[in-house]
């Protein structure tokens, strides 16, 4: 192992418990020390350490549950029980692939483009619980990936017969038992509520076996909090669509996770927010003041049980009933506090502008706030709050006038009958001043540099159209996101068509950096070795399909170089902790290894709303709440580019809330709920942290790709913004589009016509398609001289940024 490689592991198995959601405790961890311990469970030996997809690292090693607690001197006493699993697990593979490749036959399709991302539910067994001890651990995990939904089903997001059974059973059977979630979203635990101590262990990368004997251990503790609600399944609400093949319908409008729980006063099992940790805390008295527009809260916390922790203190706001409906409740601001020992306290403060709660209005395309109180709620989770004060505002104020966009779904969003009020007459309240909003400043219009603009107006048709369009390598390579000559496995690269501007290479993440572990180079440049496919899928190629694989696997030829990277916490995981600090420090050691194998860009962090429990890739996004999202990413965003030369790429912009049919389903919705929802998280990001670039989504929103969403490129993006980055596509591929649907792939010339710089990954095709486009031969796709220069130009500004801090450093 290199350096490099034993520093990030330290770091993260130092910090991962921030990750872990501690759902139940009965008291009965952590254990005095190592000993016997019956290990059982789908994730005990094949525990899942990120999701599949592009979002796979392909780490050199990472710590199973069982290697975890063998290392940490555990006797595991139930090996017969994991061999016997072992060969259930393969048999039920065997199975779950046949099916695939019927249902494929069945439908006309490629088996490797139905069975991608596709979770093998868990089979049912009856194998015997015998293990030694009287402590057991039975470690539940799901996986899923990009490409494929998850399922209601049971071995998905219910629970089998077989796990149920052998749950209850355990709980009944040993003295210390614990419930250990090995999973990227929720699952629906109704059955097994009798279990007394449940850990989401989450999926933590390299770390995930050691850092869990950690907290079993109490070397360490969990102080994560839920970032989604985790309710039973029959308790999601269903008024909008998911899964639809050509279109999704968001008819649940902004009541989305918790906003929708909250409203119609509906429990969640464990609600958003919801966290415990070994030890307990209270909260005193909170302190509310007003400066301008900004409120702050100071709030004393103190550590009330036996061990140390830490705790999230979480501040929600319940704007006044006006003209516009409105959730229940929305997260303003929120705080971790230090590691605190028993008995000793800290005052954590929380604030936030109250323009950041305004509601849009669709009727005046503006940001209002509405005259009336705000009531502040502080507490621990969602559904632990007490009110701490109010905020009054006498008359209505537009807090930003904007433009209208994203188009019009043709449907009204639903609203919720009523809301549930309370009292909050004789609580400590603050007055602001309508006339504060007019001080409020925003961001100027962007537009390239002089430099850059200059220079693209130097440009033939040719060079400005080669900067606009990712580097073509062959098409399978393309379609895997493989596409880099520069560093073997990188998911792809500009070209280097102008002097003086250097090539981008960008590489997948978000669990860290996704890499091939080993490569040769000759003149053509860095070939990686072995399959760059995300793992388990490669049985499900054609004949066909492998005999092309096999012939651009490179054989080894001459010096074998080595590029091994750290897989760190899953999205979710990352957004569990609730601490922006944390986030940037993975963001940092994800910086010192795209240093390290010369990587400009990496593709994450992800970003979508967790709309729905089912969408395959949530382990990648964040949370069902925009703030947290958004204060997260940011956080990631700074780490990263502390580091000169190192950029992020926040994606999928805007609405990927599924993966049925992800290049050509539309997502529906109104204005309204995509400003306050669904563009907020990305808002907040390039607020607070100024990411260098940002990837649009392959769907469609309201019948328009978001590629080619010109209002929201150019007009959010850009004038309301003043965003000055690098827009890329998602990987764009013609030949895995399917034939006969709604709505048509998104294409090149739209495109970069509506201010979208590179066209990802790139094909002769999309260049000469984008090259008579703007000679005028593009039948009725027109790209202007004028609109190529402006993506060539950010596309070279980026490049500078990236590249010219080394040669000043020379
Ligand atoms: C994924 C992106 C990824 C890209 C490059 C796409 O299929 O949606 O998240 O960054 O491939 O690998």
Not at 635 to 664: A, D, L, M, S
Request: negative net charge; contains cysteine; glycine residues 10%.
């Amino acid at each position: 192992m290199h350096d490099y490689e034993k520093q990030h592991y330290e770091l993260l198995r130092r910090n991962a418990p921030e990750c872990m959601v501690l759902l139940k405790n009965r008291g009965d961890f952590p254990l005095s020390g190592p000993g016997e311990i019956a290990l059982y469970g789908s994730g005990a030996r094949h525990t899942v350490k990120g999701g599949t997809g592009s979002g796979d690292v392909n780490s050199r090693f990472f710590i199973t549950v069982e290697q975890g607690l063998q290392n940490a001197g555990f006797t595991v006493t139930t090996g017969a029980w994991l061999d016997a699993y072992d060969k259930v697990c393969a048999a039920a593979h065997e199975r779950f692939l046949e099916e695939i490749r019927r249902e494929a036959k069945e439908k006309h399709t490629m088996p490797i483009l139905l069975g991608m991302g596709r979770a093998m539910p868990e089979p049912n067994y009856a194998l015997p619980l015998d293990g030694r001890g009287d402590t057991a651990l039975y470690v539940l995990s799901r996986n899923s990936g990009e490409g494929n939904d998850r399922r209601s089903i049971p071995g998905d997001v219910l629970l089998t017969e077989t796990e149920i059974r052998d749950i209850l059973a355990l709980q009944e059977k040993y003295a210390h038992f614990m419930l250990v979630l090995n999973v990227g979203g929720p699952v629906d635990l109704t059955p097994v509520a009798a279990a007394e101590n449940i850990l989401i262990l989450s999926q933590l990368g390299t770390v995930t076996g050691d850092a869990l004997a950690d907290v079993l251990l109490g070397r360490s503790y969990p102080s994560g909090k839920l970032t989604t609600t985790w309710a039973a399944w029959p308790d999601y609400p269903m008024i909008g669509g998911f899964g639809g093949e050509d279109d999704t319908d968001y008819r649940e409008g902004i009541y989305v996770g918790y906003r929708y729980f909250d409203t119609v006063g509906k429990a969640a099992a464990y609600p958003f927010g919801f966290g415990l940790g070994y030890t307990s805390f209270a909260l005193g008295a909170a302190e509310l003041s007003a400066e301008g527009t900004g409120i702050t809260v100071r709030v004393p916390v103190s550590n009330t049980g036996r061990f140390p922790g830490r705790d999230t203190v979480q501040l929600y706001a319940s704007l006044p009933e006006g003209r516009l409906d409105r959730p229940y409740q929305t997260l303003a601001a929120f705080a971790k506090t230090g590691e605190l020992k028993p008995g000793e306290s800290e005052t954590v403060t929380l604030r936030f502008g109250m323009e950041e709660l305004a509601s849009y209005d669709e009727k005046a395309a503006a940001w209002v706030l509405e005259a009336g109180r705000t009531i502040l709620r502080l507490g621990t989770s969602s559904r632990d709050t007490s009110v701490c004060g109010a905020v009054d505002l006498k008359e209505g104020v537009t807090v930003r006038k904007v433009t209208r966009v994203g188009g019009v779904p043709g449907f009204a969003d639903w609203k919720p009958e009523t809301r549930a009020h309370e009292d909050a007459e004789n609580v400590p309240a603050v007055t602001i001043s309508p006339a504060a909003f007019a001080a409020l400043k925003w961001p100027e219009p962007a537009a390239p540099s002089e430099r850059a603009r200059k220079k693209a107006a130097t440009l033939s048709a040719e060079e400005l159209i080669g900067l606009c369009i990712g580097k073509f390598s062959g098409g399978f390579t393309s379609v895997i996101g493989s596409a880099s000559t520069h560093v073997a496995g990188a998911a792809g690269e500009s070209i280097e068509s102008v002097d003086g501007v250097p090539a981008l290479v960008m590489a997948d993440g978000p669990a860290g950096l996704r890499l091939a572990q080993k490569y040769t180079k000759d003149e053509k440049g860095c070939h990686a070795l072995g399959s760059t496919m995300p793992a388990g899928f490669e049985e499900l190629f054609s004949p066909a399909q492998r005999w092309f694989m096999q012939k651009l696997e490179k054989k080894p030829k001459g010096e074998i170089f080595e590029q091994y990277c750290t897989a760190i916490p899953i999205g979710t995981a990352l957004a569990q902790s609730w601490n922006p600090a944390l986030a940037e420090l993975c963001g940092e050691l994800v910086a010192e290894e795209m240093e390290h194998f010369g990587v400009h860009l990496w593709l994450a962090p992800a970003m979508n709303i967790h709309r729905s429990i089912l969408c395959g890739r949530n382990f990648e996004y964040l949370s069902e709440d925009p703030l947290l999202s958004g204060k997260i990413a940011a956080g990631i965003t700074r780490g990263v580019q502390k580091h000169p030369g190192c950029g992020v790429t926040i994606k999928h912009f805007f609405c990927n809330n599924q993966e049925t049919n992800r290049y050509q389903t539309s997502s529906n919705l109104s204005e309204r709920a995509l400003r306050e929802i669904y563009l907020r998280g990305f808002a907040i990001c390039i607020r607070e942290g100024d990411p260098v670039a940002l990837m649009t989504s392959y769907n469609l929103v309201n019948g328009v790709h978001t590629s080619e969403r010109r209002d929201v490129l150019k007009t959010v993006l850009r004038e309301e913004w003043g965003w000055r980055g690098l827009v890329m596509t998602d990987w764009i591929v013609s030949m895995i589009g399917k034939r006969g649907g709604k709505y048509r792939m998104a294409k090149s010339a739209p495109s970069i016509a509506a201010g979208n710089s590179l066209f990802m990954p790139g094909s002769p095709g999309d260049y000469r398609m984008a090259l008579s486009a703007m000679q005028g031969k593009g039948g009725k796709h027109m790209l202007t001289r004028g609109e190529a220069e402006t993506c060539a130009a950010y596309v070279m500004d980026t490049a500078w940024r990236l590249t010219e801090h080394k040669e000043e450093n020379r």
